[in-house]
């Protein structure tokens, strides 16, 4: 089993301050007069998009330093788990883009000395399973990643090459892939016991890999249709994913590596 580092170039922490950097950057570009262009998410502008970020960085700040507090914010979650999310991005958007943009640059700073400062093995609540300081990371990367692809495919900016957003792509991919099992639970489905060997191009021409060798069930394809996928931005059918055995198909059609209720992911065509 071939098991490179999660970063091709960056550790995680660097990772994630560099493409929220470039996040910032695109959306500063844009102006004050784009600040409420359409993003591929059905209801989400740039404001809202951003706004999502702030709101789950300081959340993640609060899972950190006050379990307490963060229980409060997850038992107003639970009673309503459809709309929560939504709720958070349009009370901090309405704040207007100055402060948004503000708001969101204090959070991921404070975010970033939070969990480099945290002992490693620390379990750190949140809406999913509990994860160490290194997955919070990861999973900071993965969805400031998966909204700053909505933000930039609102401002008609490929990313594809970006470096900050290809930097990203192996932690996502991880991510991805960790949570094999986690997709199945959060719709209801029985874990399969099947293992699934997953090869994934990069564009330089090497190949992350993660899972047994030999591994009857096999997911090939490039690593940015599978980030994409998993992060719920394309249609399995708008992807280069290739899958064998019965299990790695099922798996792709309902892949998230975020926390929550399922999404319903984008419809065939949006993304081609």
């Known amino acids: 089993m071939t098991n490179p580092p999660p970063s091709e170039t960056e550790d995680p922490h660097a990772a994630l301050a560099a493409l929220s950097a470039r996040v910032d950057e695109l959306v500063e570009a844009a102006g004050s007069d784009r600040w409420h262009t359409a993003t591929p998410a059905a209801g989400w502008d740039v404001a809202m998009q951003i706004a999502h970020l702030a709101w789950t960085d300081e959340v993640s700040v609060t899972a950190i330093r006050d379990a307490d507090a963060f229980q409060a914010v997850v038992d107003t979650a639970m009673a309503d788990p459809a ?46 399973p509990p994860m160490r300081p290194k997955s919070m990371t990861t999973a900071r990367i993965m969805e400031t990643w998966a909204h700053g692809v909505d933000v930039a495919d609102g401002l008609g900016v490929a990313v594809a090459a970006d470096p900050a957003f290809r930097a990203a792509l192996p932690h996502v991919a991880r991510l991805g892939w960790k949570t094999r099992g986690f997709s199945y639970l959060m719709n209801g489905l029985e874990v399969p016991a099947s293992e699934v060997h997953l090869a994934l191009s990069r564009a330089d021409g090497t190949v992350l890999e993660f899972g047994p060798d030999d591994a009857r069930q096999r997911v090939t394809g490039p690593i940015l249709d599978f980030c994409l996928l998993v992060t719920q931005r394309v249609h399995l059918d708008d992807t280069a994913l290739e899958a064998v055995g019965e299990d790695a198909r099922g798996w792709l059609r309902i892949a998230q590596a975020f926390a929550g209720l399922p999404g319903g992911g984008r419809e065939k065509g949006t993304r081609a």
């Open 83 to 128: 709309g929560f999310v939504d709720a958070g991005a349009t009370e901090v958007a309405a704040a207007g883009r100055d402060e948004v943009l503000a708001r969101w640059r204090l959070a991921r700073g404070e975010l970033a000395d939070a969990l480099k400062a945290a002992d490693p093995g620390e379990q750190i609540p949140w809406f999913g």
